[in-house]
């Protein structure tokens, strides 16, 4: 469970986060705390939520996409949600995750991206996609970020995590016949 440190009030940052099976929230939360750890005013909610930011300066947007470019569960509505905010004096960027195996890659990011364009904020750092929950990809936009904002010090980079390896010496091979009945 992800547990903000920073209420809606006082949030000048807000992470919106949009999962299918929650993988995204992993990013999430790396990119979350390394901002944090630089002083800033990040609250990092779903896409259902729907708080009033008084103080929001910036808006990142993490977004999977789901079915034929449609919104993971819990981003049904948040399309709607953004035309009923003016987003004056904010700046956003927007990075999307999918699989370049589907016709509709990263389809949902580009939707909020138009969306977004259609309102008064500023684009911060052009959209960007992580295929396949690639860490250099991921890596990458946050060098991006990072150079945009200034942030020398932001480190929200993911590492592989490594896996135990282990030998093995193949004793004996069984022949199983797919036809017969167990």
Same mark, same amino acid.
């Given at each position: 469970?992800?547990? %903000? #440190?920073?209420?809606?009030?006082?949030?000048?940052?807000?992470?919106?986060?949009? $999962?299918?099976?929650?993988?995204?929230?992993?990013?999430? *939360? $790396? /990119?979350? !705390?390394?901002?944090? !750890?630089?002083?800033?005013?990040?609250?990092?909610?779903?896409?259902? &939520?729907? &708080?009033?930011?008084? #103080?929001?300066? @910036?808006?990142?947007?993490?977004?999977?996409?789901?079915?034929?470019? @449609?919104?993971?569960? %819990?981003?049904?509505?948040?399309?709607?949600?953004?035309? %009923?905010?003016?987003? &004056? %004096?904010?700046?956003?960027?927007?990075?999307?995750?999918?699989? #370049?195996? +589907? $016709?509709? /890659?990263?389809?949902?990011?580009?939707?909020? =991206?138009?969306?977004? *364009?259609?309102?008064?904020?500023? &684009?911060?750092?052009?959209?960007?996609?992580?295929?396949?929950? =690639?860490?250099?990809? /991921? =890596?990458?936009?946050?060098?991006?970020?990072?150079?945009?904002?200034?942030?020398?010090?932001?480190?929200?980079?993911? #590492?592989?995590?490594?896996?135990?390896?282990?030998?093995?010496?193949?004793?004996?091979?069984? +022949?199983?016949?797919?036809?017969? !009945?167990?």
């Amino acid at each position: 469970k992800f547990k %903000n #440190k920073i209420n809606a009030k006082d949030a000048e940052i807000i992470l919106f986060v949009g $999962s299918e099976n929650g993988s995204t929230w992993q990013f999430a *939360k $790396s /990119f979350h !705390e390394a901002l944090l !750890e630089q002083g800033k005013r990040i609250r990092t909610v779903g896409l259902q &939520e729907n &708080e009033h930011y008084p #103080k929001l300066k @910036e808006l990142i947007i993490f977004t999977s996409t789901y079915g034929i470019g @449609e919104a993971p569960y %819990n981003g049904k509505n948040f399309v709607d949600q953004l035309k %009923n905010n003016s987003f &004056e %004096n904010v700046s956003y960027s927007i990075l999307g995750f999918g699989s #370049k195996q +589907y $016709s509709d /890659f990263c389809q949902y990011a580009f939707t909020i =991206n138009d969306q977004l *364009k259609q309102t008064p904020a500023n &684009e911060f750092i052009p959209i960007q996609t992580v295929d396949n929950k =690639n860490i250099q990809q /991921f =890596n990458n936009w946050v060098a991006s970020y990072k150079e945009k904002s200034g942030l020398q010090n932001l480190n929200a980079s993911l #590492k592989l995590k490594k896996h135990k390896t282990y030998n093995f010496k193949v004793l004996s091979n069984s +022949y199983i016949d797919s036809s017969s !009945e167990y």
